[in-house]
Each structure stands twice: as C-alpha cells, then as structure tokens.
C-alpha cells in the first residue's frame, strides 16, 4: 500500500516556477514506478512527466519537455516536479502517482493523491 500526498502548487505568472512535491507512505515506495498528471476543467486526464524507480527511465510529453523536470528521492519517499516557464496552458489541477510499471498509460497507476492545484496567470 503507498499513500500519496501532494504540495506546491499555488498561483504563479505566466514565464515563472513552481516546485511539486509528493511524499510517500509505505516501504514498496521505492520499487514503484511514479507519474505526474494534470486534468485542466473539462480536459481528460493526461500524463506530464514520470520516472522509473530507480529513476533510469525518464517520460515527458511533448507539451512539457524542456520546461518541466521529474526527479525521485527514494531515501526521502518524494517524488518532485520543477515547473520552469509555465504557461497558462499548464493551469490544471496535478496528481501524482505510483504504480509497478514505467509505463504512459493511466491505467496502470493504482495509487492517486488527492491533487493540488496549479494556476498560471497571463
């Protein structure tokens, strides 16, 4: 069992950085492969950034590579995003989580949290 919990978002200018962090619970933390997602208002919920567990692997789409930067400190159960150059399109409620494969697909993710909010003003 892993419990996620989300911090760091928070209203930020269009051009300026936001740090997500996202503490873990549990012992299997470690072998678990984690992710980051957004769903913005009426939007589906898409993969941002994720990384393997021993953070070997790296995935970013498309509309973040360059601007945002996954990380992972097993010894601390925290998993991190840098938001560097946000835009207005980054505005979306982030969620992190865990699951036993590296993989993009949403399914494959069996522990949520509960969210944190990101808003990128014009």
């Known amino acids: 069992q892993v419990q996620l919990v989300e911090s760091g978002g928070g209203l930020v200018q269009a051009g300026g950085s936001l740090r997500l962090s996202c503490a873990a619970s549990?012992?299997?933390?470690?072998?678990?492969?984690m992710g980051w997602f957004r769903q913005a208002p009426g939007k589906e919920r898409e993969l941002v950034a994720a990384?393997?567990?021993?953070?070997?692997?790296?995935f970013y789409a498309e509309s973040v590579k360059g601007r945002f930067t996954i990380s992972r400190d097993n010894a601390k159960n925290t998993v991190y995003l840098q938001m560097n150059s946000l835009k207005p399109e980054d505005t979306a409620v982030y969620y992190c989580?865990?699951?036993?494969?590296?993989?993009?697909?949403?399914?494959?993710?069996?522990?949520w949290g509960q969210g944190t909010q990101v808003t990128v003003s014009s």
């Open positions: 989580a865990a699951g036993p494969k590296f993989t993009r697909r949403l399914a494959e993710y069996n522990y």
């Open positions: 990384v393997s567990w021993s953070s070997g692997g790296t």
């Open positions: 549990g012992r299997t933390f470690s072998s678990h492969a």
